[in-house]
């Protein structure tokens, strides 16, 4: 919006022009989402309170989480509120690839809206059904990389990038659609197995944000692209502005998300977060760097298969408890020390996964 504002008054005025860099948007629109997050943080969680909307805990699960009961929840409405707003005001609203990501982050975000909702209406952890998730969470999903798929003009668009060697990417044809829905829909669910712990889920989906938002600008430079020998990709760049509205209303909520949580973020905001990580890296072609970023999402979601699998197979658990965290809160790892400690290992990650684009 600014940026269609502003151009139209910068043959007048030419300092406007710098409303043309992604670099000050992207910086901006991390800024404007971390004010509204932070402003509005106070008014939505007396609103909680006062209807009574709060968090429901599993009885199975560690018996100090019982003391979280009642806290406030469906946090990330208040996240998926400060990237729309902030996305809407410093993006450029001509780029398809931006209206994609708030496509899936806002209807993922729905569909977590009605699981909560039905979690607090029904004082159970269950909310909707495994099936009826993964259904609609696979039409959203379908909907937009089939979109991506039949508007791409390039092959680069569509192409598996290879770890480690230069210049060489695979077509994927059809493939490109199930590799996307398989890479949005794991990352999803696992964001959504991970947000167990109070800000445990949210800084690491900031750093990893941060991480794809770096590669999206630079995939989308002529310059960078060819200096880090990775596929030009024209339009990826607008990236780095969804990811600074993600990043800067992330870092807002952890401010009242943070240990103890004065709120939490619930499958309204664990899904859409997820699933707009999945779909940025699908956007930018580097679905193999969300791997290696988001590491901690992934140990959760196998802590959780691993666990299911051995106890049906053998009737022994791997863990003390799944997902992961759990099972180190078990150990008598104080809650803070879980958090910090995996968003440390998140940190190493990210980079690790920066790192990885010289390797070519």
Partial sequence: MFLELFNFFSDSFGPLRVFEYLS???????????????????????????????????????????????????????????????????????????WVAIFVTMFFGLLGWVDDLLKIRFNSSKGLSAPSKIFWQSIITLIAVSFLFYTSSRIEETSLIVPFFKNISIPLGFGYIF??????????????????????????????????GLIGYAAGNTIYSEYLNIPFLPGTGEMIVFCGALIGSGIGFLWYNTYPAQVFMGDVGSLALGAALGLVAVIIRHEYVLLIMGGIFVIEAISVILQVLSFKITGKRVFKMAPLHHHYELKGWPEPRVIVRFWILTFMLVLLGLVMLKLR
Avoid at 27 to 49: D, E, R
Avoid at 93 to 98: A, D, G, R, V
Wanted: glycine residues 10%; aromatic residues 6%; contains cysteine.
């Fill in 24 to 98: 000050f948007r992207a910086i901006f629109a991390a800024l404007t989402a971390l004010l509204i997050s932070l402003t509005l943080g106070p008014i939505f969680i007396n609103k909680m309170h006062s209807i009574q909307v709060g968090q429901v805990v599993r009885q199975e699960g560690p018996s100090t989480h019982l003391e979280k009961v009642g806290t406030p929840t469906m946090g990330g409405t208040l996240i998926l509120a400060s990237i729309f707003l902030s996305t809407l005001m410093w993006g450029d609203l001509q780029n398809k690839y931006l």
């Fill in 179 to 212: 590799l996307s829905y398989i890479v949005i829909i794991s990352a999803s669910n696992s964001v959504n197995l991970t947000d167990g712990l109070d800000g445990l889920a949210i800084l690491p989906c900031v750093m990893v944000a941060a991480g794809l």
